[in-house]
């Protein structure tokens, strides 16, 4: 499968833990997009690299959200001190430099218990 | 920021007949509007797209048309069947800045046999 992978597919972890979900792109796509997808709703933004700069956060990226793209491939997306609120599919998505289109992963589903 | 709704939130149709789902937008200068598939457990999945510069765009039974004075578009599927069941996504694309897609809180299509 070369489109976008996520790891892991699922997460259950107890409230207060820390928790850091992998994202590998399409391998030619230089932008990434995080994004969150609660039961009934669309995919909320959360932040967007290019390469590996980090160029926009949403609102909804508190202080205990931290995302990474080191070396512009890979992304990291670690929750801090986790909460029950927090509980969520987070879908990655990757799309060539210049394109509208995005592609998604399969997401990771969190469930903080 | 762009604002996207998406109506209605839950549509129900007979095997064959047509399914229509409408989005409205807010940020005139939105200029690509995709429409994404998920199924029960799946990533969401690039259906068909329209940019501002087209008024209707055509997949086989899937159709899309762009009203920009008005500022919505639909998603049309003809002869509906089964496996057309799930939750469809409209977004919309800013032409501003970084900010990427913006998603409605999508539609719960059931195609009964």
């Known amino acids: 499968d070369t489109g976008v992978s996520q790891d892991p597919r699922h997460k259950i972890t107890k409230r207060g833990q820390n928790v850091t979900f992998r994202c590998d792109p399409i391998?030619?796509?230089?932008?990434l997009y995080w994004y969150r997808q609660t039961l009934g709703q669309g995919p909320e933004f959360l932040t967007y690299?290019?390469?590996?700069?980090?160029?926009?956060k949403s609102r909804l990226l508190s202080d205990r959200f931290s995302a990474e793209r080191p070396k512009g491939s890979f992304s990291t997306l670690e929750i801090q001190r986790t909460e029950q609120g927090d509980s969520a599919m987070y879908l990655c998505?990757?799309?060539?430099?210049?394109?509208?289109?995005?592609?998604f992963g399969q997401g990771t589903r969190l469930t903080v218990v | 920021g762009e604002n996207v709704e998406q109506h209605p939130s839950t549509l129900s149709v007979q095997e064959g007949d047509s399914a229509v789902i409408k989005c409205t937008y807010s940020d005139s200068a939105s200029n690509y509007f995709p429409w994404y598939k998920q199924e029960l457990g799946k990533r969401p999945q690039l259906i068909i797209d329209?940019?501002?510069?087209?008024g209707e765009k055509k997949d086989q039974r899937i159709a899309v048309t762009l009203n920009k004075t008005a500022k919505h578009f639909s998603l049309h599927i003809t002869e509906t069947q089964p496996e057309d069941s799930a939750v469809y996504f409209c977004a919309a694309y800013p032409n501003s800045g970084n900010t990427p897609l913006v998603f409605g809180k999508g539609t719960r299509l059931s195609v009964i046999a």
């Open positions: 391998s030619e796509h230089n932008r």
């Open positions: 690299f290019q390469n590996e700069a980090q160029l926009e």
């Open positions: 998505a990757s799309s060539l430099p210049g394109a509208a289109e995005a592609f």
């Open positions: 329209i940019r501002s510069n087209v």
